[in-house]
């Protein structure tokens, strides 16, 4: 039995589950089912969730398995937060400009392939909150 696709591998719209069979009576059942929210993320997004949960939700334990630190952490977990279509507790649309030192957070942990480029950008436009 395979995984679910997030998305159709032709044209990246949304899947839909059309049918349900029991293995064991055989009994099937046909509608229309969305996909449920985590099955959205990515296999990346979901192994972090996997992680974050048998670490009990402690980010100084994730810190110690995965390596990366609080701040990376943190916006990933604030990534999936907003994959699953809610915002992160806290989250202030009018935060205070990153400093030259968390500008160069960023931009070493870009260096070092702890975050990609698409999250160094945001992370560089939105304020700074570490």
Do not use: D
């Amino acid at each position: 039995m395979s995984e679910l696709p997030p998305l159709c591998p032709f044209c990246q719209g949304e899947l839909i589950i059309t049918r349900f069979e029991c293995q064991s009576c055989e009994t099937a059942f046909e509608g229309r089912f969305h996909q449920p929210a985590f099955a959205h993320l990515s296999p990346e997004q979901w192994q972090f969730v996997k992680t974050f949960i048998r670490c009990e939700g402690k980010i100084k334990s994730m810190e110690a398995e995965i390596g990366l630190s609080y701040p990376t952490i943190r916006n990933r977990l604030h990534e999936i937060i907003r994959a699953l279509g809610y915002e992160p507790y806290g989250a202030e649309e009018n935060q205070p400009a990153r400093t030259p030192a968390q500008r160069q957070q960023v931009l070493q942990a870009l260096e070092k392939g702890e975050i990609g480029v698409q999250e160094a950008l945001r992370l560089l436009e939105e304020g700074g909150e570490e």
